[in-house]
């Protein structure tokens, strides 16, 4: 690559190992915590009874498509880098990458191993949050972690919040949509002001909101379909992002940044503009409080990562170049490592120069402070 600076990457993933619960809970929990077993010639993961085995798409960068594998004989299936700093940024340097986003994902993240006992999750993602500002401490200038917070529990959000932020952090990562028709009925939609507290917290902590494809799709079991799930799951964080400005909550909280991640942006240069047209249409007869039409916010306030998007990238004058930030996703499956330049060079080959540095580079600066 030809530019002398550094790409930085807006959305990549850590793969902990699943035993590192067991290690940091209080002693009260640690019984009930994952742990790896043998199942003949594979390990599993066991937890609350059940037991499942590991996959290695989550470490399967670099694989040819033609030899990649759903399934994983070992936790530590994969490049290395998914739970070593070290190794990670050894792989980092070879792609000309000079910073990471990180978000938990695999048999280890914290959002990814789900229980329904929510005191036992939070219990779980404070290990995670201190897993993940360990790692990131190795080279704090260049691993940029996420934490993860519940949504039931605002008073432990908030104090979760402040503590990662103390710890280094650089983000939370939340649910895309909270309430499913099968969700506790305590469960709220972001339209209810229940959640200002924690809006106005992460804002004034500058900690942005993260929703990393949370939503799911509409129909019942239509999950149970990975290319269905990949190809729809990204429009589907439209809600969450339309929910947050009309309901004002990006209005009222100038300072807080919204950021999806991994959904991709081509569906936004649809978004935008559409949200004006309603907008227009309608501000009056539902008496919107708005002072400015959606765009302004979306602008303003509201990020999208990619990883392979020249339809998101061709329309960045309606999307906004300042909310496009470019991602590898190493060490998924669909990372573009160990050939990032070349990803890049496929879309911004005939982009201007400093559009084109803001998107691989600068906004990521922008949006978490650094230097």
């Avoid at 990457?9 to 002693?27: F, G, I, K």
């Avoid at 498509?65 to 070992?74: G, P, Y």
């Avoid at 990471?100 to 929510?118: N, P």
Wanted: charged share 25%.
């Amino acid at each position: 690559m030809s530019d002398d600076y550094g790409i930085i990457s807006a959305d990549d993933h850590v793969n902990p190992p699943p035993t590192l619960y067991a290690e940091r809970v209080p002693s009260e929990w640690r019984d009930r915590m994952p742990r790896v077993e043998v199942r003949g010639d594979r390990e599993v993961l066991v937890f609350e009874g059940n037991e499942r085995p590991f996959t290695a798409l989550e470490g399967s960068a670099g694989v040819a498509s033609a030899d990649v594998q759903l399934l994983a004989k070992t936790k530590e299936a994969g490049r290395r880098g998914g739970w070593e700093p070290t190794a990670r940024l050894e792989d980092m340097d070879f792609d000309g990458v000079e910073a990471q986003v990180l978000f938990g994902s695999g048999a280890g993240g914290g959002v990814a191993i789900r229980t329904l006992d929510r005191p036992m999750q939070q219990v779980m993602m404070r290990a995670y949050n201190d897993w993940i500002a360990d790692f990131c401490n190795v080279a704090p200038e260049r691993l940029l972690g996420i934490a993860e917070l519940p949504l039931w529990d605002l008073d432990f959000a908030v104090a979760e919040a402040e503590r990662c932020a103390r710890m280094g952090l650089r983000g939370v990562v939340l649910p895309a949509v909270p309430a499913y028709d099968d969700s506790p009925p305590e469960d709220k939609s972001f339209l209810d002001p229940h959640y200002e507290p924690l809006w106005a917290a992460l804002a004034d902590l500058g900690l942005p909101i993260h929703f990393h494809l949370g939503a799911r799709p509409v129909s019942r079991d239509i999950g149970q379909n990975l290319m269905v799930q990949i190809s729809v799951n990204k429009t589907v964080m439209c809600e969450p992002i339309a929910t947050l400005i009309f309901s004002g909550v990006l209005e009222r909280h100038p300072n807080l940044k919204i950021v999806s991640v991994e959904s991709g942006i081509g569906w936004m240069a649809f978004l935008v503009p559409w949200m004006d047209h309603v907008f227009e249409r309608h501000r009056y007869h539902t008496k919107s409080e708005l002072r400015e039409p959606p765009s302004f916010y979306f602008h303003r306030q509201v990020f999208g990562t990619f990883i392979d998007d020249v339809v998101g990238v061709r329309n960045r004058d309606i999307i906004g170049v300042e909310n496009i930030l470019w991602s590898s996703d190493y060490p998924h499956v669909n990372s573009s490592w160990p050939s990032s330049r070349e990803y890049i060079e496929k879309h911004f080959g005939d982009v201007p120069a400093d559009e084109k540095r803001k998107m691989i580079r600068d906004n990521v600066l922008n949006l978490y402070g650094l230097e």
